[in-house]
């Protein structure tokens, strides 16, 4: 089968690969009938050192497919399902699963591979949920479907964690995909002041529409100093930060109001933020946020989407096929691209 393989920051190619086989009796094998790239994949592809043995990794974490193979524990399924997978996979059994945290699962971890062909899914039965039987390979809904994998799902980790409702205002870092549909979910839960922060003005124009209604396209002090201005020089009740990057932690030290919460998706590529008494503890502001656990809001999210009220797929602005995804990785490094989708 054809995959993307990462070998070195900048090299990503097309290669044959084998067919992925059931390694354990809780395994699923699917047809790939989506995929995406996504903005945490830019990170090695600006980073990554090559492998002592010329070795690369599978790249890809979300995924639909449908259902081609499956081991003997997994049931309430059946081949040809079509199903969307979260980036994080779980047991749905476990004590932190049955909390709610499918991304501290004891027998969890994170998929890799998607895109490709084929891709084996580990825990498929906690894991796969199955989309309506009415959405097929041909659907219209189906890239506004796949962002429940991920962007969508996350960003509404973020909102949630951070506890927006009708009474708090709040700030969004970064105008990625999971920033623009944080951005969304601000809007879903409530929030009737959402300041984006971003400096792409056709993706802070989506996120007018996804329901911000400020953009600041400052960034360091001076975007913080006008976020001030805008709240009275109070700061928003909550930020969401959805870059990972240190000037945007310290955007977000700078913006949160006094009481607030930093609600923090974007995968930290830091290792010493600056946590601690002088930064957070003084003004009594919580740090929350953390990977999201995407399958567990899937039934929550999916009728707004099946209905049309929300459209999170239009973070979707190129779509290639399985050779173009090394073309598609340049196009989203280099910002031609918001979010590029993978059709095989």
Same mark, same amino acid.
């Given at each position: 089968?054809?995959?993307?393989?990462?070998?070195?920051?900048?090299?990503?190619?097309?290669?044959?690969?084998?067919?992925?086989?059931?390694?354990?009796?809780?395994?699923?094998?699917?047809?790939?009938?989506?995929?995406?790239?996504?903005?945490?994949?830019?990170?090695?592809?600006?980073?990554?050192?090559?492998?002592?043995?010329?070795?690369?990794?599978?790249?890809?974490?979300?995924?639909?497919?449908?259902?081609?193979?499956?081991?003997?524990?997994?049931? @309430?399924? !059946? *081949?040809?399902? $079509?199903?969307?997978?979260?980036?994080?996979?779980? #047991? =749905?059994?476990?004590? %932190?699963?049955?909390?709610?945290?499918?991304?501290?699962?004891?027998?969890?971890?994170?998929?890799?591979?998607?895109?490709?062909?084929?891709?084996?899914?580990?825990?498929?039965?906690?894991?796969?949920?199955?989309?309506?039987?009415?959405?097929?390979?041909?659907?219209?809904?189906?890239?506004?479907?796949?962002?429940?994998?991920?962007?969508?799902?996350?960003?509404?980790?973020?909102?949630?964690?951070?506890?927006?409702?009708?009474?708090?205002?709040?700030?969004?870092?970064?105008?990625?995909?999971?920033?623009?549909?944080?951005?969304?979910?601000?809007?879903?839960? @409530?929030? !009737? *002041?959402?300041? $984006?922060?971003?400096?792409?003005?056709?993706?802070? #124009? =989506?996120?007018?529409? %996804?329901?911000?209604?400020?953009?600041?396209?400052?960034?360091?002090?001076?975007?913080?100093?006008?976020?001030?201005?805008?709240?009275?020089?109070?700061?928003?009740?909550?930020?969401?930060?959805?870059?990972?990057?240190?000037?945007?932690?310290?955007?977000?030290?700078?913006?949160?109001?006094?009481?607030?919460?930093?609600?923090?998706?974007?995968?930290?590529?830091?290792?010493?933020?600056?946590?601690?008494?002088?930064?957070?503890?003084?003004?009594?502001?919580?740090?929350?946020?953390?990977?999201?656990?995407?399958?567990?809001?899937?039934?929550?999210?999916?009728?707004?989407?099946?209905?049309?009220?929300?459209?999170?797929?239009?973070?979707?602005?190129?779509?290639?096929?399985?050779?173009?995804?090394?073309?598609?990785?340049?196009?989203?490094?280099?910002?031609?691209?918001?979010?590029?989708?993978?059709?095989?």
């Amino acid at each position: 089968m054809k995959a993307n393989v990462m070998y070195a920051a900048g090299d990503v190619r097309v290669v044959e690969a084998p067919v992925p086989t059931l390694q354990k009796p809780t395994d699923a094998i699917l047809k790939v009938v989506a995929a995406c790239i996504c903005g945490s994949d830019l990170h090695p592809y600006h980073s990554m050192h090559a492998h002592e043995h010329g070795e690369g990794e599978a790249m890809g974490h979300e995924v639909i497919g449908t259902i081609e193979e499956m081991g003997s524990q997994v049931a @309430g399924f !059946k *081949k040809g399902d $079509l199903v969307v997978v979260p980036f994080a996979y779980g #047991d =749905l059994t476990c004590p %932190f699963c049955q909390e709610g945290l499918m991304t501290s699962c004891v027998h969890g971890g994170f998929m890799t591979g998607c895109q490709a062909e084929f891709v084996r899914v580990p825990q498929a039965q906690g894991s796969m949920f199955k989309l309506p039987d009415e959405i097929d390979e041909s659907s219209p809904l189906l890239p506004s479907l796949l962002t429940l994998s991920d962007v969508y799902g996350t960003g509404y980790h973020a909102a949630l964690k951070g506890g927006v409702n009708e009474h708090t205002t709040v700030t969004v870092i970064g105008d990625g995909a999971v920033g623009l549909l944080a951005v969304l979910s601000a809007k879903k839960l @409530g929030a !009737k *002041k959402i300041i $984006l922060m971003g400096r792409h003005k056709v993706r802070t #124009d =989506l996120g007018l529409e %996804f329901g911000a209604t400020d953009v600041v396209p400052e960034r360091g002090e001076e975007g913080v100093a006008k976020v001030r201005e805008m709240t009275n020089g109070e700061g928003t009740h909550v930020v969401l930060e959805c870059v990972g990057l240190m000037p945007a932690y310290e955007m977000s030290i700078g913006v949160v109001r006094a009481g607030g919460v930093i609600s923090r998706v974007g995968v930290p590529q830091y290792d010493d933020a600056p946590v601690g008494f002088a930064s957070l503890f003084g003004r009594n502001i919580t740090l929350t946020g953390g990977p999201a656990p995407t399958r567990v809001y899937m039934e929550e999210l999916l009728p707004d989407i099946l209905n049309g009220t929300i459209e999170p797929g239009r973070v979707f602005d190129a779509t290639v096929d399985l050779d173009g995804v090394p073309d598609g990785y340049r196009a989203m490094d280099k910002r031609e691209a918001l979010k590029v989708l993978i059709r095989p």
